[in-house]
């Protein structure tokens, strides 16, 4: 497989002494998250509610700035660190306006409604190779042979994802989910999709990306105001903690920090966006 700079895109690294299979995420139920995660989720909704076109055009000007240059961190934006962050290597030279670039995929007007996506799993096949193929990533899911996995740690441990058969299990898996979960709140059912996705890592190249898309196209279907949480600029600005947080709900069913992480990242970005 081939590198990549995305922040939740596999990365190929050196021969490891230890490959560590990725195993299924267990996916919850609304009822099952803590209260406070909860409530984090129905903020992030009720925030991007409350916004006029005004701030909307605000943070898209913030999106368009180079992200390498700013100095957010001094905006608070610290407040997403995951505690073990200074274990992670520091992240690579981010892609300009990334999130500029998944947003026009998603404005293109060429993906079906989330309930006809929810009549048939080649249906989300084919949204997902959509969102991977338009944000410039692969065009298909992988064929037989094809192995991903992180780059190897400091010890020399990597985390193996599925092969491409396992993948699509868990897509289908992924898909069982929007089909039951469809009374559940957006915010719930696009945090929990887009860890889904990461967990399958379908895609030789544009996991992350696709990821992105699905979270803010399920939030998009649930209201009119033209939604796009910059996941990638969060990403890059809490020194990849987003992973983290990804990984704690993944590995341990520990939802509580990625809700969280995602209530207050919106917050900074806005606050950030209309300074």
């Known amino acids: 497989m081939t590198g990549s700079c995305d922040p939740q895109d596999g990365t190929q690294g050196l021969e490891p002494a230890i490959s560590l299979a990725v195993a299924p995420l267990t996916l919850p139920r609304f009822v099952d998250l803590p209260r406070q995660a909860r409530a984090d989720l129905m903020h992030l909704e009720d925030r991007w509610r409350s916004l006029d076109e005004a701030r ?22 610290e407040r997403l660190e995951h505690r073990l962050v200074a274990e992670l290597d520091p992240p690579p030279e981010p892609r300009p306006c990334q999130s500029l670039r998944e947003l026009r995929v998603l404005e293109s007007g060429r993906f079906k409604a989330l309930d006809t996506i929810e009549n048939g799993a080649e249906e989300l096949v084919a ?38 058969k396992g993948a699509r299990r868990r897509v289908e898996r992924l898909h069982a989910f929007l089909r039951r979960s469809r009374a559940a709140p957006a915010p719930f059912r696009a945090v929990v999709s887009m860890a889904a996705l990461l967990n399958a890592h379908p895609f030789a190249d544009g996991n992350g990306r696709a990821s992105r898309l699905l979270f803010n196209y399920i939030l998009r279907q649930s209201t009119e105001v033209p939604y796009y949480v910059p996941l990638y600029e969060l990403a890059w600005l809490s020194r990849g903690s987003f992973v983290l947080c990804v990984r704690e709900a993944e590995m341990l069913g520990n939802w509580a920090p990625l809700c969280r992480f995602l209530a207050t990242g919106l917050d900074l970005v806005l606050d950030a966006s209309a300074a």
């Open 127 to 164: 949204l997902l190779v959509g969102f991977s193929e338009g944000a410039g990533g692969a065009a298909a899911f992988r064929e037989p042979g094809v192995g991903v996995g992180t780059a190897c740690d400091a010890s020399g441990r990597r985390r193996r994802f599925p092969p491409p």
């Open 56 to 77: 909307l055009l605000q943070l898209r000007i913030w999106l368009a700035t180079d992200l390498a240059s700013r100095t957010d961190r001094s905006a608070g934006f």
